[in-house]
């Protein structure tokens, strides 16, 4: 079971969606704890729902089934994320230069105003409910699998994104070092257009009823 999560997690750590980019651009604006902070707030909304689901997957179910659930979840999902991308892409990075123009650390970040982020981009990402809802309903639930083994599957998979998530991180604070203040200003800018453009994507699809939905 613990394989089987490994394994399926390796192939979700591989997606591209506003959570990758939200991580990227903590780290490379205010440093690794900065991206680790966003990440955490993603794994905690993420146990969050893995929980609810496995408590009441038959409530669940009956929720996400109903015909107005998932275009209200991308409506609203889609605004949050381009009201998110434009804060970030108006908002100017905390990042002073010394006397040479290198980029310095900031002393202090706002850690929690951080995974507060990382943890509502999560939450009220349409796909974060139908991914953790398909997996329950679809592997767990069908074949039976004891409390012991769903939670080593489920662990598997939380734990192969935790480290992936900081990884991510690490690379982005990484680059950051050889990034001047206005590199980083436009990094930013364009972190902020490409969440805009994610929640623009999820409104279009509510709108339209496409079956696309936005993820990692």
């Known amino acids: 079971m613990l394989l089987k999560g490994v394994l399926l997690g390796i192939s979700l750590s591989f997606m591209i969606g506003p959570l990758l980019f939200s991580v990227v651009e903590a780290s490379i604006v205010r440093g690794f704890r900065a991206g680790v902070a966003v990440a955490a707030g993603i794994w905690s909304s993420d146990f969050l729902f893995i929980g609810l689901i496995l408590w009441s997957m038959e409530l669940f179910t009956a929720v996400t089934s109903l015909p107005a659930f998932r275009f209200w979840a991308e409506i609203i999902g889609g605004m949050m994320l381009i009201a998110f991308g434009t804060v970030s892409f108006f908002s100017k990075p905390r990042v002073p230069e010394n006397s040479n123009g290198a980029v310095k650390k900031s002393e202090s970040h ?18 974060t409910i139908f991914f953790w809802l398909g997996i329950v309903s679809a592997l ?11 939670l080593s599957f489920l662990g598997g998979m939380i734990g192969v994104l935790i480290v992936t998530d900081t990884l991510k991180a690490w690379g982005a604070r990484s680059i950051r070092h050889f990034l001047t203040p206005g590199h980083i200003r436009q990094v930013q800018r364009t972190i902020g257009m490409t969440l805009a453009v994610f929640g623009l994507v999820l409104l279009l699809q509510a709108v339209g009823g496409n079956s696309f939905i936005v993820n990692y």
């Not at 706002?110 to 796909?127: D, K, Q, S």
Request: hydrophobic share 40%.
């Open 110 to 127: 706002p850690y929690f105003r951080l995974w507060l982020r990382g943890f509502f981009i999560n939450l009220i990402n349409p796909g």
């Open 140 to 150: 767990v639930a069908p074949n039976h699998w004891t409390n012991s083994q769903s």
